[in-house]
């Protein structure tokens, strides 16, 4: 028995290291560190073990290893024949290892690409475990570029025997899957154009600063590769697009239109940013080339490093507003107009990001969701993880909430299927996969039902994407492509926004798992066991209410010593008026009373943390329940401690398990209860424009004043917390008279970086719109600005001076009586516009430039057939309204159905524990030392533990969920 039991210890072993020795050189090789992480260990091994062994082999005694009886060529010297076999044994490990080096020295150059596929990397995707070091340096493939055209032209052969014969699949999921062998092994070279898009409205300093920060690097990172482009493999284009909301303004007791102060402060903030990320590149940028549009304008800035960002100003009047539209105006735009009309780019090499406005990311974020991108051609979306920014307990009830999600559900989703939603604050997708049908075009569809209201409009990240999945494309999860973004720091910011975000998540899902058919049958990745795992999450999330509720009743019991009953409507009450009040009452009611019941249960939570150690202190460890709570903690401390950059997360779960009957009792039954509120809940503060030489002054101080904080404007006209004398981030006092900093923090990050640059004084162009200009002068300006838009840029210092030069230079000249060739009927079209934004404030020193006649008569289809302004007539709103309760009270009906017989059918049971229960029995030993007749006395115990069977099953289907989730985030991990 001793001998079988190492032997299962040697080979449990030995299985162990070899595959975790093949698992990591396979990673080595994919992330190109082949050379120091997977052939030094491997050629190294055997000459290391052997002069370990050696070294042994003079402590250990031999003899009792190896037979001397046996004694070659007569030797009778036992210290001869220690050396001959020495000598053999060496000089065979030399020779063997020698030659071993020799035929394998290839590994030491390797050429593959990043993140190639297994089968590019090895002969064979098997591994010998006993001899594993030589099956790593024999099995890896020497020419991989000739693998990879071997295998392109097998399957193009393929391909083109099917077009012949005319058997091509009509099923896109079937086309894709015979071409995702080529993914990354085509060596398929090419140059990805990025476009980054994203959606502003009422930004605030900090958070524009905090995204076109972000640009700069990006313009920095690409301008740096610009030069090796040609042999760079992770060089990309990009351009910028900013969708910018309710952008124009009509100022109380006039009827002209201008451009709001958020737009004002962009403009305001680009330059600094630059000169932030690069110092003295901000004040060399020239100003923004100017084009009305029949939306409402357009401005065109020339980064510091060449490339382009385009700031599209929507007038709400002209164009429909909202976040979902922006996306479908730059969808349109980039894919329907740039790619399809124009021709300039190719779709497979066409990429979308999608930011949002206070977003915050480096440049190798973007790189890393390229990867996923090039790596697999089935990938429609990607993201990555998201890590909310601000102060505040919700700030810090939200960074553990997060940091759960993606350790845990966005890596099983990745691993078992596919992520279901990838947020809009920052992804990527697939340009052909945005065309592809019913996608795009169901996207900018409008919702006439109640239901299209709560799943589409109200997040509209999660419906896109239930749109690709349902076409068979894959959305991929990166960990290590971090963004920061703010999140809600207020408790009544924080429920509105998870008020959108519920309805909408529990709608979309419900949606993929009615059609459960056909999205297993259309995507390859999504399988019956992957909706098994979904249909299992919804219940428990269902059934969160009730749960909590229990939990909430037990702690009743063993604190105060309650009966069940009496524990039980104690807990109920507080629940069921708040219901009540959510049905009656307004919603900053609703949100001010879940606020107090938030901070009464924390402290029942902590009630049932006395509870559950004295539950352990007085039964066994053994018990069913405190077994569940023992694993659930371990897991939880085992997943944070393997993101050791976010193990600090851990300590926010204090904090997460406090509020959880806020959570999932309180937050759920507000999110139902107002699903038929289709506002967007989070800044929409409605106020009119200020007019008057203070507008931009006052404007920004109402911002502050919506803040919650004490700000004042500095003497540059931007806001800061606290005085100017101080740092502080926060601040408090009586106007002027006193200031107090608090929470002393350094200087805000869009403070302009002092610079010897200087600037001349701007000369204003004339104050009037005129087409006249010299030939002379708009060639030599917009020859240039081509140049930029086109990348082809070889001095980008120069060209910025030089386009400064050429538009400040004589202003006698730039305008003569030469007249554009423009058509009456659009120079009478545009005068009806009222473009008097075009000369007002921090625009008033720009380029004004006209679209081409296409463009123009592009966005006039488009806002005629997709964005024309929604305008509901009263009878129609109303029917709206009224469908949308009835969608209310149907959902929250069965809602509370369903959690009510749950609660019940668990109370009952308790109630009869002795008769219907899963009775434990568990075996003991107390032994007593008996020091009167020297010996001891044992007695055996067995204690019995009753555990009622639905909820055993619950916590035992809930634990099985969080292993499955634990497993994958250690496969993802790894």
């Known amino acids: 028995n001793a001998i079988v039991t190492r032997l299962i210890y040697v080979f449990v072993t030995q299985g162990c290291c070899s595959f975790a020795s093949y698992f990591f050189g396979r990673v080595a090789c994919l992330t190109l560190i082949q050379r120091e992480s997977y052939t030094f260990p491997t050629v190294l091994v055997t000459p290391v073990i052997a002069s370990f062994s050696a070294a042994l082999a003079n402590v250990v005694n031999l003899d009792y290893y190896v037979d001397f009886n046996n004694i070659p060529l007569g030797v009778t010297d036992i210290g001869l024949l220690r050396g001959y076999w020495s000598g053999i044994v060496l000089v065979g490990l030399l020779l063997g290892w020698a030659s071993l080096v020799i035929l394998t020295v ?28 030589q099956v790593l340096m024999l099995n890896r493939r020497q020419f991989e570029k000739q693998f990879s055209d071997k295998q392109k032209k097998e399957m193009d052969k393929i391909e083109k025997s ?30 990805p154009q990025l476009f980054l898009c994203a959606t502003m409205w009422h930004e605030t300093e900090q958070e524009m600063t905090q995204i076109l920060t972000s640009l700069m690097r990006l313009d920095k990172d690409q301008g740096s590769r610009r030069e090796k482009s040609q042999t760079d493999p992770d060089y990309y284009n990009f351009q910028v697009h900013v969708m910018f909301d309710d952008a124009m303004e009509r100022p109380k007791g006039t009827t002209d239109i201008k451009t709001n102060e958020y737009v004002q402060q962009l403009c305001r903030l680009i330059p600094l940013a630059a000169n932030k990320v690069d110092l003295g590149t901000g004040y060399n940028l020239p100003p923004p080339v100017i084009y009305p549009t029949p939306y409402g304008g357009r401005l065109e800035f020339i980064l510091p490093h060449g490339n382009l960002m385009v700031v599209h100003l929507k007038d709400k009047e002209k164009i429909r507003h909202r976040k979902r539209w922006s996306q479908c105006m730059y969808m349109y735009y980039i894919l329907g107009y740039l790619q399809a009309t124009k021709k300039a780019y190719k779709l497979d090499d066409v990429f979308l990001l999608a930011l949002d406005g206070d977003v915050d990311f480096q440049p190798n974020a973007v790189l890393l969701l390229l990867d996923r991108m090039k790596r697999n051609p089935d990938v429609g979306a990607a993201c990555g993880r998201i890590h909310p ?10 960074k553990f909430e997060y940091a759960v999600g993606h350790w845990l559900q966005k890596t099983a989703e990745h691993v078992l299927g596919c992520v279901l939603c990838s947020p809009g604050c920052f992804s990527m997708f697939r340009a052909s996969a945005l065309v592809d049908v019913n996608v795009i075009n169901m996207y900018t569809t409008k919702a006439s039902k109640a239901l299209h209201y709560v799943q589409w409009d109200q997040g509209e990240d999660r419906w896109l994407c239930t749109l690709l999945l349902k076409q068979g494309w894959r959305i991929e999860y990166s960990a290590a492509s971090d963004s920061f973004t703010f999140a809600p720091e207020e408790f009544k910011e924080f429920y509105n926004q998870r008020r959108r975000w519920g309805p909408s998540t529990m709608a979309n899902i419900f949606d993929i798992l009615i059609d459960a058919k056909l999205t297993v ?21 269902i059934l969160g209410p009730a749960t909590v509720v229990m939990i909430v009743q037990g702690a009743y019991q063993y604190v105060f010593s309650w009966s069940a009953a009496v524990s039980l409507v104690v807990s109920l009450i507080p629940v069921i008026i708040f219901i009540i009040l959510c049905y009656t009452t307004s919603a900053d009611t609703q949100v001010a009373v879940a606020g107090i019941l938030t901070i009464m249960y924390a402290l029942v939570m902590m009630a049932v943390i006395v509870g559950v150690v004295g539950a352990m202190a007085t039964n066994s460890i053994l018990d069913p329940n405190n077994l569940f709570m023992i694993m659930l903690v371990g897991l939880y401390a085992i997943t944070g401690i393997v993101h050791p950059q976010e193990m600090m997360c851990l300590i926010h779960g204090v904090l997460y398990y406090l509020c959880v009957p806020s959570a999932f009792i309180f937050l759920m039954v507000y999110s139902l209860t107002n699903m038929n509120n289709v506002s967007w809940g989070t800044r929409e503060n409605k106020t009119d424009a200020p007019s008057g030489p203070d507008a931009s002054a006052q404007a920004l101080e109402e911002v502050a004043k919506q803040q919650g904080k004490s700000f004042q404007l500095g003497p540059s006209g931007s806001i800061y917390d606290g005085p100017t004398s101080s740092n502080g981030y926060y601040s408090c006092g009586l106007g002027n008279m006193c200031q107090c900093a ?7 990050a869009y403070a302009p970086v002092p610079t010897n640059v200087v600037q001349a004084a701007p000369q204003r162009r004339k104050t009037e719109i005129q087409r006249r200009v010299t030939r002379h002068a708009r060639e030599s300006m917009f020859r240039k600005y081509s140049m930029a838009k086109a990348q082809q840029i070889t001095d980008i210092d120069n060209l910025s001076l030089t386009l400064q030069d050429d538009y400040y230079s004589d202003e006698d000249d730039f305008y003569d009586d030469d007249e554009d060739d423009v058509g009456m009927d659009r120079l009478e079209e545009e005068g009806e516009e009222m473009l008097y934004w075009l000369i007002d404030g921090s625009l008033e020193d720009g380029v004004i430039e006209y679209l081409d006649n296409d463009e123009r008569d592009f966005w006039k289809y488009m806002i005629q057939v997709y964005l024309h302004p929604i ?37 009952a049971l308790q109630l009869t524990i002795t008769d219907i229960s899963i009775s434990f029995w568990i075996n003991g030993m107390l032994m007593i030392d008996n020091k009167e007749f020297f010996y001891n006395v044992i007695f055996y115990n067995h204690q019995i ?5 639905v909820s055993f099953f619950f916590l035992l289907f809930f634990l099985v969920i969080l292993l499955i989730q634990f497993t994958c985030m250690l496969a993802h991990r790894l």
């Open 871 to 907: 305008d509901e007539n009263k009878d129609e709103k109303k029917k709206i309204q009224n469908d949308l309760r009835d969608l209310r009270n149907k959902m929250t009906g069965a809602y509370f159905l369903a959690n009510a017989l749950w609660l019940v059918l668990n109370f």
């Open 162 to 191: 099917k077009n012949e014969e005319g058997r091509k699949s009509s099923s896109r999921s079937m086309r894709r899957r015979s071409s995702r062998r080529l993914t990354m092994s085509a060596n398929h070279k090419f140059t």
């Open 106 to 133: 290839f590994i030491w150059s390797p050429h593959q690409n990043r993140l190639e596929r297994t089968e590019v990397l090895f002969i064979k995707a098997l591994y010998g475990g006993p001899l594993i070091d």
């Open 742 to 748: 608090l929470c002393i923090t350094p200087q805000p």
């Open 389 to 398: 920014t601000g102060s505040g307990p919700v700030v810090w009830f939200q």
């Open 521 to 541: 049958k259309n995507n390859v990745y999504i399988s019956w066991g992957y909706v098994s795992y979904q249909i299992g999450l919804m219940i428990s999330s």
């Open 945 to 949: 533990f009753q555990v009622n069977p």
